[in-house]
């Protein structure tokens, strides 16, 4: 990157607001996924218009932009593909408005999830998207990964909840789409196809939410299964008894085994474990839909059955569920950790294809995900310096890819493309679909700057 | 339109779907709008591969194609701008599958909207978004102008239930976006851009839905109140309870006068009036949350308050509600209904402005409609003879949109843009959200032969 082109830069955001300092440059390298590269320059602007001279520079100079919120992200998303500028957007981090009139919550990108959920609890309301790293993600980051959760049978994922944006276009042009509605049909809806696009369509500068009343009631019940399979089969028979949960998650022996040997969180015996929590207005609702999975879960032949009956409890059974992730990771020195998803009753042969791949590959895994909305996150663990490892870990992750898609499911539910998946966007989608997103990234980013190299759009042009 | 282009039309649908008869060409030359132009042909495909075959002749030839469900829209969407043909996807009317466990129904465009919830209602599960034309309607056009309705505010709009589509682009080729799968953030959100896109991107003909189990408890309550300002700001404080009703309709005093004097339906005397419905699994979740309702009527000192005991009680308290439109309609040659929806807190400044207009337009009119998610029916009855009425009610609407916009509302909440919207998107969108738009449809429809005349896109080029 030219002296000058850095200085135009700084001149843009000024110098409290620019870096070139390796330490600042190292913590732009990563995301929570293995890619990296480190950029040029770090920027943190700090409102719409900043964003907006930045991109139009980076658009006259072919500049590489790489969006960035708190770098949770597990696909690489986040990363630069190739050098120029990293743009982090943390600094615009205010809530604009909380409107509990209109269910609308008004906020910049920068605005970390928590932060979000903690002003609108004092009215009675939150922003149901529930993604694990909600204590750090930012919600720009949320809106342009189109984050899921915890939450996603019952509530859906960020893009239902996303009505507006203000958004910094390709070449800095600033536009609004949606608005404060409910609903709207007026235009194509470039809302949502903002929302998902990793940041390659454009810069989200503000984001208007819609936010739900706090459900009252909740209960949490926790089950123990002889094998797998009896689990994913469970599972299937829960969602067409006619409820839905709002967490229904499901975690492996493998999993559990790791909490036995690695954790002191006490558990149960059993090879596979079901997590559900139904939720309500009132107690009498929350207890009709976990009468209802209870039932399920008998006909299951579950072997143990624990139902909370106060929030301490409840908060037990959760641990196992909370700690999986973070114990399995730290069994190895590196992890992959895939987001695959599939129809609803395919999670039974997903769960057991899964394990069936990884043995083959010798390599140590845990599976555990969201079961009620058929997204599970294979780990596998494995050491970053054996070469041979690697290539066994990448091998294990395509096959898993293949039968994903091959059971009608998507490669992934929530973590995005980002580097990590964008070698297999053919397995999952036709010739004309790749062919139309292709055409769109060039319709909104002729120069080819916004976070290239990510979705299976090519970052060569930009790093020459 | 050439002898030798309609015999090519023929052959690829065979006679039996191919017409020329002008009874046929009539019934093709309006829809529920005001607006009508005659088309040369109508075709009815019977599969994927005939549409794909006559797009890619009309595409080589720079055919015209106007796509048509049932022809209930009311913005004068699935009317030809210009002569062409007419694409009735009516006989692709097969639901080709449901999926309990999945959560999931395959139906092709075709299918009516109700077909699908009678069948759907053996397994306990419906699709939630709830069209007043439903008995007719298809799906193929609820997805096409993205259908909202009657229970909005709780449950969203067809768009929050689309998973997948396979689409016939303007070229004749055929994509797939989505999957049966609950989230994915594969690539860009190609499913949601298309809903809502009124045919104008591509020709819909199979249709991925999300389904929800049904409720199981309804409570319905009816209010009465002095003025229409009162109950407005009821609704604003009803949502800001804390609870989400199911409905949550207003009527305007226009509106009960009309029904007064025109029906026999009996009704308590009044200003205003809501309808407000509750529901859940249980009674005690729909009881809750009406009685917050409740506490909030009376504390806006609502004058009545019934509350249906049983089924048929509730039957009674819909009566009025479901007459209004067309006891309304009734009472003058024509009129325009229009669907602007603004933020749930300006409901109040809407109905009054609206009336206010109106009346300043000396035109007949009623306003009522979807209050839970800030989305109003003015009605304006008028004689289409009479040429300065019709001027007065095209700005009587003019009016109407720029309050709408100025409010930080839409000019359409769920009829779609069509014909009707068209001149008037600028007052919603910026220059820079225009431009997008435009360049997506000339990126998707380069001759742009696929609805021309709608969203404010120009009919000129394929009229001449």
Redesign the interface.
């Known amino acids: 990157m030219e002296e000058r082109l850095k200085q135009a830069v700084r001149d843009i955001v000024g110098p409290e607001n620019y870096s070139e300092a390796l330490i600042d440059l190292i913590s732009h390298t990563y995301d929570a996924s293995a890619h990296h590269h480190r950029p040029d320059v770090s920027v943190w602007p700090v409102n719409t218009k900043q964003v907006s001279r930045l991109l139009n520079l980076a658009h006259a100079h072919h500049l590489t932009v790489t969006p960035r919120g708190a770098g949770t992200g597990l696909a690489g998303s986040a990363v630069p593909a190739c050098s120029g500028m990293v743009l982090d957007l943390c600094r615009m981090n205010r809530i604009v408005d909380i ?6 919550a008004v906020v910049e990108p920068g605005v970390v999830y928590q932060d979000l959920q903690k002003a609108l609890r004092p ?3 939150f922003f149901p998207p529930d993604p694990a790293s909600g204590k750090v993600c930012t919600l720009g980051g949320n809106v342009a ?2 984050a ?1 959760g915890l939450k ?2 019952k509530y ?2 960020t ?2 909840y996303v009505l507006g944006l203000e958004v910094v ?1 390709a070449d800095g ?5 949606g ?12 809302t ?2 903002l ?3 990793e940041g390659t ?1 454009g810069i989200i500068t503000e984001i208007l939410l819609k936010i ?3 459900p009252r009631a909740v209960r949490t019940t926790l089950a123990m299964f002889e094998g797998i399979a009896a689990a994913g089969r469970c599972v ?2 829960i ?2 008894s ?3 949960p709002s967490v229904l998650e499901i975690l492996d022996e493998n999993t559990l085994k790791v909490l036995q040997n690695h954790s002191k969180i006490p558990l149960p015996r059993g090879k596979a474990m079901i997590l559900a929590e139904t939720d ?6 929350a207890d ?2 976990m009468d209802r999975v209870t039932k399920v879960l008998k006909r299951h032949r579950a072997k143990e059955i624990l139902q909370a009956g106060t929030a301490q409890e409840s908060e037990q059974l959760w641990e196992a569920r909370r700690a999986a992730g973070s114990v399995a990771a730290n069994l190895r020195p590196a992890n992959v950790s895939e987001d695959v ?6 999670v039974p042969d997903l769960l057991i294809g899964i394990s069936t791949i990884v043995r083959d590959h010798q390599l140590p895994f845990v599976v555990f995900g969201h079961a009620g ?3 599970l996150h294979p780990k596998i663990m494995y050491d970053p310096t054996d070469a041979d490892e690697v290539r066994r870990v990448t091998r294990a992750s395509e096959a898993i890819f293949r039968l994903t898609c091959r059971l ?10 980002g580097m990590a ?1 964008a070698p297999y ?1 053919g397995l ?3 010739a ?3 062919d ?2 292709a ?2 990234k060039r ?2 980013d002729p120069h080819h700057i916004l976070n290239p190299g990510k ?2 759009f090519p970052p060569e042009r930009e790093c020459a």
Not at 99 to 104: E, G, K
Not at 408 to 417: F, M, P, S, V
């Open positions: 409107r509990i009139p209109d269910r609308v009215y009675g309301f990964t189109n899921g996603g049978a859906g994922v893009r239902d276009l042009r600033i536009m609004r789409s608005s404060g509605c409910m609903k709207s049909v007026s235009g194509y809806d470039l949502h196809l929302v998902g696009s369509l739900d009343p706090l299937s028979d969602i067409r006619g409820v839905v309500g207005y009132t107690e009498a609702e009709f839909q998803t599939v129809p609803i009753s395919k909305d058929g997204n009608g499911g998507t490669l992934t539910g929530e973590h995005g493309i998946k966007m999952e989608h036709d004309v679909a790749l139309v997103m055409a769109l319709l909104f979705m299976g």
